[in-house]
């Protein structure tokens, strides 16, 4: 991939995003909490679901289509195709 196209990818705002340091992590563009317990949290980003394991998950933040969690992350999907037409 150019630098070019590193450069658009990482600016389209659209595109489902999460960042990951330590026990904390932060997801970009979340249309719906889907599921949240102390192991998994799912989001709906509109095109792809992602879904976070661990061990005391928790939600420290959600505003803006924007969610900064917590806990012990032990792995990190991105899912499906949703249906845009809602």
Same mark, same amino acid.
Request: proline share 0%.
């Given at each position: ?6 450069? %658009? =990818? !990482? @600016? !389209?705002?659209?595109?489902? &995003? /999460?960042?990951? #340091?330590?026990? +904390? ?9 889907? %599921? %949240?317990?102390?192991?998994? /949290? $799912?989001? #709906?980003?509109?095109? +792809? ?5 661990? &061990? &005391?998950?928790? /939600?420290? @933040? %959600? *505003? !803006? *289509? &924007? =969610?900064?969690?917590?806990?012990? $992350?032990?792995?990190? *999907?991105?899912?499906? *195709?949703?249906? !845009?037409?809602?």
């Amino acid at each position: 991939m150019s630098l070019k196209e590193e450069l %658009l =990818m !990482d @600016f !389209d705002l659209r595109a489902s &995003r /999460i960042l990951v #340091n330590g026990e +904390q992590g932060m997801i970009d563009n979340v249309k719906r909490l889907v %599921l %949240l317990s102390e192991e998994n /949290i $799912i989001v #709906n980003c509109g095109k +792809q679901y992602i879904s976070v394991r661990g &061990r &005391r998950l928790s /939600i420290t @933040f %959600l *505003e !803006d *289509e &924007r =969610m900064f969690l917590r806990g012990a $992350i032990d792995a990190v *999907e991105f899912y499906g *195709e949703t249906d !845009d037409h809602e």
